[in-house]
C-alpha cells in the first residue's frame, strides 16, 4: 500500500502525520475520499467529522469547523480555525457536539451586542435630530 503525509494546521499549531494510507472528508459535493498519488486537489470541507487512517491502525476523526483541503505531491495539508483529533468515534462525536454549542452560543452573543450598538446609535442619531443638530460628532 501507498501512503502520503497529512498536514494539520490550525490557529494555534501544526502537526505532520506520516503513512497515512487514506483519508474521508465532505465538501459541498458530498462524502469523498482521498489515497495516495492523488491528483492535485483542493476544497472546502463542511463543519463535521473527517477521518483518516495511518497504516493498518484503526480510524482516526478529526472535528473541524471547516477546513481548506489541499492534496499535492503525496502531501494532504489541512487549515484551519481549531481542530480536535481522537480516534474514539462517540468521543469526538461529543466534542463536536459541545464545540457547535459554544460557537452558537458566541454567535448569539455577538448578534445581541451589535443589536444594542446599533438601538444605542439611533437613540443617539434621534436625539440629535431633537436638538437640531445637524452634524454627527
Not at 480516534?87 to 461529543?94: N, V, W
Request: glycine share 6%; aromatic share 10%; with cysteine.
Amino acid at each position: 500500500m501507498k501512503f502520503f503525509t497529512l498536514q494539520l494546521q490550525d490557529a494555534t499549531h501544526a502537526e505532520v502525520i506520516n503513512q497515512v494510507g487514506s483519508f474521508v472528508g465532505e465538501d459541498t459535493s458530498g462524502s469523498f475520499g482521498i489515497l495516495a498519488d492523488h491528483a492535485r486537489f483542493m476544497t472546502s470541507l463542511l463543519v463535521g467529522l473527517a477521518r483518516f487512517r495511518v497504516e493498518n491502525e484503526d480510524w482516526q476523526y478529526l472535528a473541524l469547523p471547516g477546513a481548506v483541503l489541499y492534496f499535492c505531491d503525496n502531501v494532504l495539508t489541512l487549515s484551519t480555525r481549531h481542530y480536535l483529533r481522537d480516534d474514539d468515534y462517540m468521543h469526538i462525536s461529543q466534542a463536536l457536539q459541545q464545540q457547535l454549542i459554544e460557537e452558537e452560543k458566541k454567535l448569539q452573543n455577538t448578534k445581541e451586542s451589535l443589536s444594542h450598538m446599533e438601538e444605542e446609535v439611533l437613540k443617539h442619531l434621534w436625539e440629535m435630530s431633537r436638538k437640531g443638530t445637524g452634524s454627527l460628532s
